[in-house]
């Protein structure tokens, strides 16, 4: 068994001196899409980070979700010339099934605790639905709204949520029209 591996382990340092005597014509490969949009998402706004920092859960079986907490997106340099003037936002996540269209958190000890989202007047921001956010303005531009924690409704009934720690995370797109 000890030859064996010896022979083993020879062969895997052979191994990895032959790509380098054999290397092929056209081995690596770029790809892009270039594109004409009208604005350019701010650098420090392509990943946020959200931190609801203690949450009451007397508050949540009370409520049933907390207040929405803001979120801004700087649209920086928005040229209209481009011909479109319309900005629509579209979020992706794990969704929730009741009630549908928030973002089921991760933990290993709170359960039935969701995020929602919504406009700053209160609209609903379901997941996986595209939103119309406002008319572009020439120059920089801000698309405002909110996120909230919410307990499903027969966890809150249950008064069964736990205590820890939760994250969850979700991706969002940006379309102009």
């Known amino acids: 068994m000890g030859k064996w591996a010896m022979t083993?382990?020879?062969?895997?340092?052979?191994?990895l001196w032959l790509p380098a005597l054999?290397?092929?014509?056209?081995?690596?490969?770029?790809?892009?899409t270039l594109v004409n949009e009208p604005c350019v998402l701010a650098e420090e706004d392509e990943l946020i980070k959200l931190d609801?920092?203690?949450?009451?859960d007397k508050d949540l079986y009370l409520?049933?979700?907390t207040k929405g907490r803001p979120i801004e997106l700087r649209l920086k340099n928005c040229d209209l010339d481009v011909g479109k003037r319309?900005?629509?936002?579209?979020?992706?996540g794990n969704e929730s099934s009741e009630p549908p269209g928030l973002l089921v958190l991760q933990s290993t000890t709170v359960q039935g605790l969701l995020v929602g989202l919504e406009t700053t007047g209160g609209t609903a921001l379901p997941?996986?639905?595209s939103h119309r956010m406002g008319e572009l303005a020439s120059g920089d531009n801000l698309i405002s709204f909110?996120?909230?924690?919410?307990?499903?409704?027969?966890?809150?009934?249950?008064?069964?949520?736990?205590?820890?720690?939760?994250e969850a995370s979700m991706t969002f797109a940006l379309s102009y029209e």
Request: net charge negative; aromatic share 12%.
């Open 86 to 92: 319309m900005v629509s936002i579209t979020f992706s």
């Open 22 to 32: 054999q290397a092929a014509e056209d081995n690596l490969y770029f790809s892009g």
């Open 63 to 65: 409520n049933g979700r």
């Open 127 to 129: 997941l996986h639905k």
């Open 146 to 166: 909110n996120a909230y924690l919410q307990g499903e409704p027969e966890t809150i009934a249950n008064r069964s949520l736990g205590l820890g720690d939760f």
């Open 8 to 15: 083993l382990s020879a062969w895997v340092a052979a191994s």
């Open 52 to 56: 609801f920092k203690s949450v009451i």
